[in-house]
């Protein structure tokens, strides 16, 4: 079993930043793929980032893409999701989640665990 607890979220102003952490406890989080999703009211759960157990490889959801960059510490068992020039349409709930296969994370809904989430507001 894995834990995956975020924080880091909160209000900022559009073209602002923000640095989400997500820590993993529990199994060691080397071997699984760890992903952020986020979920704005009235719409479903969407992909936003990912990134490989080593740290080498990351995929990001076209709409952040040069925006964001999802980094990993594996001795911290943190994952780290950097925000720079947010825009309103970013304001949602920000999941961390983990799964073995990086075809689960990247294209599905489906990862084995999942963090509580964190808010993430942007003002215009």
């Known amino acids: 079993q894995v834990q995956l607890v975020e924080s880091g979220g909160g209000l900022v102003q559009a073209g602002g930043s923000l640095r989400l952490s997500c820590v993993a406890s529990?199994?060691?989080?080397?071997?699984?793929?760890l992903g952020w999703f986020r979920q704005a009211p009235g719409k479903e759960r969407e992909f936003v980032a990912c990134?490989?157990?080593?740290?080498?490889?990351?995929y990001y959801a076209d709409s952040v893409e040069g925006r964001f960059t999802t980094s990993r510490d594996n001795a911290k068992n943190t994952v780290y999701l950097q925000m720079n020039d947010l825009k309103p349409e970013d304001t949602a709930v920000y999941y961390c989640?983990?799964?073995?296969?990086?075809?689960?994370?990247?294209?599905?809904?489906?990862?084995?665990?999942w963090g509580q989430g964190t808010q993430v507001t942007v003002s215009s």
């Open positions: 990134i490989t157990w080593s740290g080498a490889t990351a």
């Open positions: 989640a983990a799964d073995e296969a990086l075809v689960i994370v990247r294209t599905t809904l489906r990862s084995s665990y």
């Open positions: 529990g199994r060691p989080s080397s071997g699984y793929v």
